[in-house]
């Protein structure tokens, strides 16, 4: 089972990555993570500077009625399993120099590459889920803003999926 929620999060990483690419300034870096994404930096990579996006399997739970949680063992196991993706993209955020701060136009580009960004994760839900969109078996969470942090900026979406209680499917 979990190999099919690997699966899940490896075909949205792979949409979202098609619509990123569209981009004029995609992200330089497109890939799964795991935990509390943040840029990373060392000395010949600076994350935010080459823009991240990424896909992340958040957490999975059994549901017999879903989204809701099954509460409770079941011996014979959940009617299925609900599992929580993120989507996420980071930039860097504009900036100034000692004497001024960043400019009004540097906050528009920052923020129209943010929404650009987010429309790459709505297409990328889209494409991946399609399908699903009518039926009760998929919610879209609302897009996050992620306040800034060590010069990046960005936002999340996320998507929880229902999955069918079947190890061999």
Known sequence: MPERFFKLASDLLDCFRVYLLEQANPPGIIALRS???????STTMDECRCGLAWVRIVRFYPTDTFPEEAEGWQPCGPAGW???LEMGALRCAPVGDAQNLPTEEGWRAAIEQQMKDAAAMRRAVDCCFGTLIESETLLVGAWEERPPEGM???GTVQVTVLVDNCDEC
Not at 35 to 41: K, L, N, R, Y
């Open 82 to 84: 609900a599992v929580v």
């Open 152 to 154: 990046c900026m960005g």
């Open 35 to 41: 935990g509390e994404v943040s840029a990373q930096i």
